[in-house]
């Protein structure tokens, strides 16, 4: 049983940092706070983000309609969220440091094709799925030069304050936020916050660091237009009750 337990702690603490709290019960070393902090948010973020989308789909799938979502602005984010896990698997950056980036991109990913399917055309929902899957097993197969992948996470930074203005614009045009799902918003939002933190700690890697700083001002934008809008969409909804109503 001990084991079990040990092995447990082990999958936040390092080894260093398991001695220091149970062997020499030093439980005030700052390094191993900070590392122990910082891996247990990302085990968080991680068992957070298998959900976080969801929201989203179950209100496309519900209403039968993905109004208000952009499909381009709906992709770039897609790439953004496959550079990141594609470039911190092949550099080796421990999974609790990028391992949501796999559940985003696969939400993400059926959120595109539930955009294209509602647009009109099931075909190409499952040729874009197709695709991508394809174009996700050549980059995690090891035989993309790491330069290319270098690239793509750099061009990730620009690519996600385009995705985001696209849908803040697409929100400001509509004076709604249509099909947004508050609460997949929100968790993003304080994922990403969250994440800044971890990569500080676990990666270390500049690139990744200004990565989530961009993307917690591109979220924190769409927050602001939720509170924003919700009157708007409120108000909206009612409009749309007493209309049936009198029909």
Not at 32 to 50: D, E, H, P, Q, V
Not at 161 to 179: D, E, L, M, P
Request: net charge positive.
């Amino acid at each position: 049983m001990a084991e079990f337990f040990k092995g447990l702690l082990l999958s936040v603490l390092s080894e260093k940092c398991y001695d220091e709290y149970f062997v020499n019960y030093n439980f005030l070393d700052v390094p191993c706070f900070k590392t122990t902090l910082s891996r247990g948010l990302g085990i968080g973020i991680i068992a957070g983000s298998i959900l976080v989308k969801v929201p989203q789909i179950l209100k496309i799938v519900g209403s039968k309609s993905a109004e208000g979502i952009n499909i381009y602005g709906v992709c770039l984010e897609l790439f953004a969220i496959t550079a990141n896990f594609a470039y911190s698997y092949v550099m080796n950056f421990p999974f609790s440091a990028w391992g949501e980036a796999i559940f985003l991109a696969i939400q993400t990913a059926i959120i595109a094709a539930l955009v294209l399917h509602y647009g009109g055309s099931a075909a190409k929902a499952l040729a874009f799925l197709t695709v991508y899957v394809g174009l996700v097993a050549t980059l995690v197969s090891g035989q993309t030069p790491t330069d290319i992948l270098w690239s793509m996470q750099a061009a990730t930074v620009p690519i996600i304050v385009i995705a985001k203005s696209i849908q803040v614009i697409t929100n400001y045009k509509n004076g709604s936020t249509g099909q947004l799902s508050a609460v997949t918003c929100l968790m993003l939002f304080g994922g990403s916050i969250a994440r800044i933190f971890t990569s500080i700690q676990e990666t270390g890697d500049l690139l990744i660091i200004v990565t989530y700083c961009v993307s917690t001002i591109a979220n924190g934008a769409l927050v602001l237009q939720l509170f924003w809008y919700w009157n708007v969409d409120k108000s909206n909804k009612n409009k749309n009750k007493k209309k049936k109503k009198r029909i």
